[in-house]
């Protein structure tokens, strides 16, 4: 049996910064495979991309000033594929970044985010 595939993109500058961390939380909790481009990659320059994106089954980003602000492969081709091919976005918060900033990209998607603290959060163990 195939591993599920998760697909992370980024805004190019945060490749760097978040990935590592991101890909640890991640394969911490999950048996998964995790994709990515190089920040600097085209579309153009992956033989047959949207085939190969097609294939995951979750899209992963870090929700930055700069992914929501600057032109970037990311949040101009990877999540609008996702949006029409129905496959799930997880959003997560890296940075303060307005509500309003976020909705004009994602509408009313949720993100998560692990730097809130929530003192009603009830905590589920299993």
Request: charged residues 25%; contains cysteine.
């Amino acid at each position: 049996m195939e591993k599920p595939r998760i697909y992370f993109t980024a805004h190019p500058d945060d490749y760097n910064k978040y990935q590592n961390s991101i890909f640890k939380d991640i394969l911490d909790r999950h048996n998964c495979a995790i994709f990515f481009l190089d920040g600097c990659t085209s579309p153009q320059d992956v033989e047959n991309y949207e085939l190969k994106l097609s294939e995951m089954q979750l899209f992963v980003l870090p929700i930055t000033q700069r992914l929501l602000t600057d032109h970037n492969r990311a949040i101009e081709v990877d999540v609008p594929f996702a949006f029409r091919n129905h496959i799930p976005v997880l959003p997560l918060m890296q940075e303060g970044v307005s509500d309003d900033l976020f909705k004009s990209r994602f509408g009313d998607l949720q993100y998560l985010d692990k730097h809130v603290i929530d003192a009603t959060a009830v905590a589920l163990s299993l």
